[in-house]
Nanobody, 134 residues
Framework: QVQLVESGGGLVQPGGSLRLSCAGA????????IGWFRQAPGKEREGVSC???????????YYGDFVKDRFAVSRDDAKNTVYLQMNSLTSEDAAVYYC????????????????????????WGQGTQVTVSS
């Protein structure tokens, strides 16, 4: 089972950018799809993005509808890390961001949703806080 550690969160002004990292330990992330999720106080956890493993024949990436071309997920298997580049941040993006793993490929989203469901992911990081404020 791979262990995941998120980093890169912090305080950013509205309109600013952050790059979150999800580092793997105990196994190579190249065998795993990595999903990004977020949860704000008083709100349900929601899917942000998912990127399939480099060994998957299905290379689709998924983004939540709210992303609107502001975020980009990528992976660097040599560094055993997946990244989430977030641009044009607003106060609505403030949350704890988590990464999670699923073998090989991103699970199919449930009907009516844009990202795979959280319950399909098996290993989770501890989260990194993103605060958007002037």
């Amino acid at each position: 089972q791979v262990q995941l550690v998120e980093s890169g969160g912090g305080l950013v002004q509205p309109g600013g950018s952050l790059r979150l990292s999800c580092a793997g330990a105990g196994d190579s992330l190249e065998h795993y799809a990595i999903g990004w999720f977020r949860q704000a106080p008083g709100k349900e956890r929601e899917g942000v993005s998912c990127i399939s493993s480099s060994s998957s024949t299905d290379r689709r990436t998924y983004y939540g509808d709210f992303v609107k071309d502001r975020f980009a997920v990528s992976r660097d298997d040599a560094k055993n890390t997946v990244y989430l580049q977030m641009n044009s941040l607003t106060s609505e993006d403030a949350a704890v961001y988590y990464c999670a793993s699923h073998p090989i490929r991103c699970p199919e989203p449930s009907r009516g949703t844009a990202t795979p469901p959280a319950f399909r992911f098996t290993s989770w990081g501890q989260g990194t806080q993103v605060t958007v404020s002037s």
